[in-house]
């Protein structure tokens, strides 16, 4: 339904409350925007909007003047005074939710579980003082921060919450909301009644709606209460089971409006800001950034269709060209916006975020990558570390947690750094390949560079000005990238399970007992014709969670059926057998046997995955996080979040933390607990192995070293692992190292076949194990001193076989009139002797002239061909070496004095020695 539909199902009195009956409140309509709002003011004709007003009345107005800090501190007291309590708030990193990368909202720490219905809240009502990330797609400001003065990536969103449904005690509706709203408004924040006016609107998302209420004051949105109330159906809509009051207190917005500082910027960064300023040495314009903030609040990047157009509007309001409000402007909101980012990257990385080039870490690249840019581009000079330590200190007065960032900031920038700098000196030399085609570098192609190639566009800029030529970015580019990056979908997997037939039915879980059972009995609840039994119980294991099935035999009517697979579809767990007896009907009794060796070694792996990653995190830091999982029989496999690759000695650290604990044989607890009370109990670590359904966790605890909600078979105890190795690690991805290993008897086998590679070795030097590195570094050395001796005597015997080869060149005349001497030779040779002897060629047939070689020959089961010309001459080798690679089955090309090429016809090596001459005369 859309918002006009809507508008007819809520009256005037729906917004009536009993504030408004009470203060004697009057309803209007804006004379500007159409919206119906309340005042007490008799005289007020515009609804108190943005841009109803005509900008930002509060900048420069005096008020309680409360810091960030404050901001949060006046908040938690005067909703703690009225029976609001208060949670801590939940990490950036959404790791509860599979649909969000990033927490956006404070309502996003009680969606989906809360929300639903499934979980209770942590209280009821609440506040959370939430910091929230917002990057891309319908919450894309990157590109308003420093712009419009009140954008931010990262912003703490104060969350006041209330749950009213039968089933949760607690709770209020839009009466009691807007009468706290009102009074924290003009006893706390120091506003005149007549001075607030409550905008009517309706909120809608998630499939839900309901009416909303935003307060104003002064030109500026302060806090929008949401009242989400109902829920569309396929037969229309219906009140929901538990409404949610939804009211997200800007932080900064509030602690902005308190002060009337030119910008949320000077409000939000205090120290911070000082030190940025005093650093840089700029010099604002205190009177123009005051008079362009009052009326930059009309800009959204998201709302404004042509936002260079109404920049230009603003810059004529201020009587200025475009071009000078821009030089005026452009160092101030570059130092906002390294301000906002180095924020970001403090919140982000402190909860595990890393940057890649996948998901939300390509959200983190970009934040880093433009701080890269706007400190060069301007000559700030700035130490980036420095910034997001001091940004971490401050912001921990509030958030303790987000100093953890300064013990890997430093590090992460020196890796991107390395890498921004490869980007930037490839990017360099693509653009200035475009430039030179006379390719118009349009908004199209600064978007494409910056999504596929990963050049920012204030790169883009830089390079082509020192190419003499101006480009300028728009507005909106972030918006633009963001919405021209391919979002891929998964594949649908068709299941060959009748879901309608087994989706009432209940499997019971015998795998998850403490005493492992190799057999059981079991009932038949029903047959499927694809060669599936669902059973009354089990004791197989179905596959889930990285981890695969169980397998095993079904013994029934005098049969023995293999289990070769287990899946569980809802409540009802299938197992498909390698044939179907005939006349097998419901009750049917059947014997389970379970495959116990296969099953140990399962338990085994997936036991020491949970424990390498806990061990991973003590070595390497608090930002690893479980990426994916694998368990089979014979390995495991952990995937996890860190920017670098893992050397070796640092795989050993990690093992040998791991096997500390199998020796220490610690109790390994399984926990049925209630999600809230997990998540407080545990932390959001829980969620290392994604996301898991359902009001009920299995927690897989072992104490020490890690603690998650997981629905696979472990150890009861950490010694029945019995012995971890690491096999190795690669990276899989930017940003995610994969790390191989095993456990228990497939550890120890992999042990004794290493040993046994080490004894055939050492054997074969004729030394002992311990002897075997020094003896192959030594044999190593040899060899290379060898590699030397042979490349330097093919270059003496290449010098000698020059002279005869100029000899013996004989002159031609091309069919275009050019005379040329041309020698055509065979040589079997690696193709690096064949290059060294076309270049000494090219370098003593310098005083000869018109001079080419063509060398062919065979090295490796590969043919090869090298073109040299006399070092100076003009003639043009290109089509010659691609011409004598085609008959070759391959091509070449190149340029200079000397070029190669081949391929794998070694047939066509005499045909192009033949044709070699004619390919010469009709080519040059």
């Not at 009140?150 to 749950?163: D, P, Y």
């Not at 929008?224 to 009140?239: H, R």
């Not at 090295?859 to 290109?878: C, D, F, Y």
Request: glycine share 10%.
């Amino acid at each position: 339904m859309e918002k006009s539909e809507l508008a007819k199902i809520f009256t005037p009195e729906q917004y009536n409350v009993e504030l408004f009956k009470e203060k004697g409140h009057s309803r209007k309509q804006c004379s500007n925007c159409g919206l119906f709002f309340w005042t007490l003011s008799s005289e007020r004709q515009t609804c108190g909007d943005t841009s109803c007003e005509g900008g930002y009345k509060f900048i420069g107005r005096k008020g309680p003047n409360w810091n960030f800090h404050q901001t949060i501190s006046q908040l938690t007291n005067f909703f703690e005074k009225n029976g609001h309590e208060p949670i801590d708030p939940y990490p950036v990193v959404a790791r509860w939710r599979d649909d969000l990368d990033f927490t956006i909202a404070s309502i996003a720490d009680f969606q989906p579980w809360v929300t639903s219905g499934q979980i209770p809240p942590p209280a009821n009502p609440l506040t959370v003082p939430q910091p929230c990330l917002r990057f891309g797609g319908e919450f894309s400001d990157i590109d308003n921060v420093g712009r419009t003065g009140r954008h931010l990536t990262s912003f703490v969103m104060f969350g006041q919450h209330a749950f009213v449904s039968e089933n949760i005690k607690g709770g209020y509706w839009m009466d009691h909301c807007i009468d706290l709203n009102f009074k924290f408004l003009t006893t706390k924040l120091g506003l005149e009644a007549e001075e607030i006016t409550y905008v009517e609107n309706i909120w809608m998302g998630g499939g839900n709606f309901g009416p909303n209420l935003e307060s104003m004051a002064y030109g500026a949105e302060i806090v929008n209460s949401v009242f989400m109330q109902y829920e569309n159906t396929p037969t229309g809509y219906k009140e929901m089971d538990l409404k949610v009051i939804d009211v997200g207190w800007g932080t900064e917005r509030t602690s902005w409006f308190s002060q009337g500082t030119p910008t949320i910027y000077e409000a939000t960064y205090g120290p911070v800001l000082d030190y940025l300023l005093k650093q840089t040495g700029i010099k604002v314009n205190q009177e123009l950034l005051r008079n362009y903030s009052k009326i930059a609040g009309l800009i959204d990047i998201n709302e404004v269709s042509d936002v260079k157009k109404a920049r230009l509007g603003i810059a004529e309001q201020l009587g200025y060209s475009l071009k000078d409000l821009n030089t005026e402007l452009q160092e101030i909101e570059a130092i906002y916006a390294i301000g906002d980012h180095s924020r970001t990257l403090a919140f982000a990385l402190s909860d595990g975020a890393i940057p890649s080039n996948v998901g939300g870490g390509y959200n983190i690249r970009t934040m880093i990558r433009r701080l890269f840019t706007l400190n060069e581009i301007y000559n700030f000079n700035l130490d980036l570390h420095d910034i997001i330590e001091r940004t971490a200190i401050y912001v921990s007065q509030s958030f303790p947690r987000v100093k953890e960032s300064i013990a890997i900031s430093e590090t992460i920038l020196d890796v991107e750094r390395t890498r921004y700098d490869k980007t930037v000196a490839t990017g360099r030399k693509h653009i200035k390949q475009l430039m030179k085609s006379k390719k118009k570098i349009d908004d199209k192609l600064l978007v494409e560079l910056y999504s596929s190639r990963g050049i920012p566009p204030e790169t883009v800029v830089s390079i082509a000005k020192d190419e003499g030529v101006n480009i300028s970015i728009p507005m909106d580019f972030y918006q633009q990238a963001d919405q021209a990056t391919d979002k891929k979908k998964e594949d649908v997997v068709v299941e060959e399970i009748d879901l309608a037939k087994i989706k009432s039915l209940v499997t019971e879980q015998l795998y998850y007992d403490k005493n492992l059972k190799k057999v059981s009995e079991a009932f038949v609840l029903e047959v499927l014709d694809s060669g599936h039994i669902i059973l009354d119980k089990t004791i197989f294991y179905p596959i889930g969670g990285g981890q695969a099935e169980d397998h095993g035999f079904m013994h029934v009517k005098g049969m023995k059926l293999e289990v070769i697979d287990v899946k569980k579809f809802g409540t009802a767990i299938v197992h498909k057998v390698d044939r179907l007896p005939d006349k097998l009907v419901k009750g049917t009794k059947v014997k389970l046997e379970l495959d116990l060796e296969r099953r140990l070694a399962l338990m085994r792996h997936h036991t020491a995955v949970h424990i390498v990653g806990g061990a991973a995190r003590e070595v390497l830091g608090n930002h690893i996080w479980q990426a994916g999982a694998d368990k089979t029989p014979d390995r495991g496999r952990l995937d996890i979040t860190h920017w670098e690759g893992i050397s070796r000695e640092t795989l050993d650290e990690i093992e040998y933390v791991a096997n500390s604990v199998v020796m220490d044989n610690r109790r390994i607890e399984k926990h049925i607990m209630e999600r809230t009370d997990a998540e407080s109990k545990f932390g959001f670590t829980i969620y290392q192995g994604g996301v898991v359904p359902g009001k009920e966790l299995r927690i897989v605890e072992i104490p020490g070293i890690d603690v998650e909600a997981c629905g696979g078979t472990h150890a009861n105890m950490t010694g029945d692992i019995g012995y971890i190795r690491i096999l190795g690690a690669e990276r899989i991805q930017d940003g995610i190292v994969r790390i191989t290993l095993t456990a228990g008897n497939q550890a120890v086998e992999r042990v004794q076949h290493d040993y046994q590679l080490l004894s055939e070795s050492s054997a074969e030097f004729s030394v002992n194990p311990e002897e075997l590195p020094a003896t192959t570094k030594r044999f190593f050395s040899e060899w290379k001193e060898q590699g030397k001796q042979i490349t330097n005597l093919s270059k003496q015997l290449a010098e000698a076989k020059v002279p005869l080869l100029i000899q013996s060149a004989k002159k031609i005349t091309s069919k275009s009139g050019n005379e040329i001497s041309l020698v055509v030779n065979s040589l079997n040779a690696p193709q690096s002797d064949l290059i060294n002897l076309g270049e000494k060629f090219s370098e003593l047939s310098q005083k000869e002239g018109n001079l080419i070689a063509i060398i062919i020959g065979e090295n490796e089961g590969r043919a090869m061909v090298v073109v040299a010309r006399s070092k100076g001459s003009k003639i043009s080798l290109s089509p010659v070496i691609k011409n004598i690679g085609k008959l070759l089955g391959g091509g070449g090309g190149g340029s200079g004095d000397v070029v190669s090429g081949g391929g794998t016809k070694i047939a066509g090596i005499s045909e192009a020695l033949k044709q070699a001459k004619k390919i010469v005369s009709e080519s040059v």
